[in-house]
C-alpha cells in the first residue's frame, strides 16, 4: 500500500508544493521563508514518522500570513489524499507532550468532518522576526479543514507558576503533539482487517 500525495496550489498570492509520504521516515526538506515555520514543519515530519517536502514562495513582503496558511492549506489536502479511503487505520489518536515547563495534548479523529477546537494562553506577538503567534490556530484550522479531519489541541500548562509562558516552548508542544496524534491515528491497526474504521463504512 502506497500512501503518498503531491499537491500544488498556487494563487497570485503564494505558490505552494507539497510531497508527503505517510510511511516514510521522518525525512524532510521544508522552504517557506518563514524560519521558526520551516521549524514546525520539520517537526510534523519527524514525529509524525512522515516524510515531506514543502517548497513555498509566498508574498512576504506583505506578512507571513498567506504564505503559512497556504502551506498549511496544501499540507492538509496532501494528507488528506495520501489517506485515501482509510481502509484499516486507527482513525484515532492522541498525545501528550511535555516540553520543559510546557504541557500540551492533542487529540484527533480522521473522521471526514473538519473540526478544530484550539486553546493556549496570551504569548508574545512574535517568535523570531516574522512568525505571528496569533497564526498557530490559523494553521491547525487550515490544515484541520483541508485534511477533514477533527482536531482538539489544549495546552495543559505554559508556564512554570507565576511565570510568563515560553512562546517557542508552548507553540513548539503543540507541533509536536499534534505529529504523534497523527502518527498514531495514521498507523495500520492489523485487528481492523483492512476494514474503513466505523459502522457507517466510509469516512
Wanted: overall charge negative.
Amino acid at each position: 500500500m502506497t500512501r503518498r500525495a503531491r499537491v500544488e496550489r498556487s494563487t497570485k498570492e503564494t505558490k505552494v508544493v507539497v510531497e508527503i509520504d505517510l510511511d516514510g521516515a521522518g525525512q524532510a526538506e521544508i522552504s517557506t521563508g518563514v524560519g521558526f515555520y520551516d521549524h514546525m514543519l520539520h517537526q510534523i515530519a519527524r514525529h509524525g514518522g512522515f516524510d515531506l517536502t514543502v517548497q513555498t514562495v509566498g508574498d512576504l513582503e506583505i506578512d507571513a500570513h498567506h504564505t503559512m496558511e497556504d502551506t498549511a492549506l496544501a499540507l492538509g489536502a496532501a494528507f488528506a489524499e495520501a489517506l485515501g479511503d482509510k481502509a484499516g487505520i486507527r482513525r484515532y489518536g492522541s498525545a501528550t507532550v511535555p516540553m520543559d515547563e510546557v504541557l500540551v495534548r492533542a487529540a484527533v479523529d480522521l473522521s471526514g468532518r473538519p473540526y478544530v477546537l484550539h486553546d493556549e494562553p496570551p504569548l508574545a506577538p512574535y517568535i523570531g522576526p516574522v512568525y505571528p503567534t496569533s497564526m498557530t490556530r490559523h494553521i491547525f484550522e487550515s490544515f484541520g479543514l483541508a485534511a477533514k479531519v477533527t482536531l482538539h489541541v489544549d495546552v495543559l500548562r505554559a508556564a512554570r507558576p507565576g511565570g510568563n509562558p515560553d512562546a517557542h516552548h508552548v507553540v513548539e508542544a503543540q507541533f509536536k503533539a499534534v505529529s504523534r496524534a497523527l502518527r498514531e491515528a495514521v498507523a495500520v491497526d492489523p485487528r481492523a482487517a483492512g476494514a474503513v474504521p466505523s459502522t457507517k463504512g466510509t469516512l
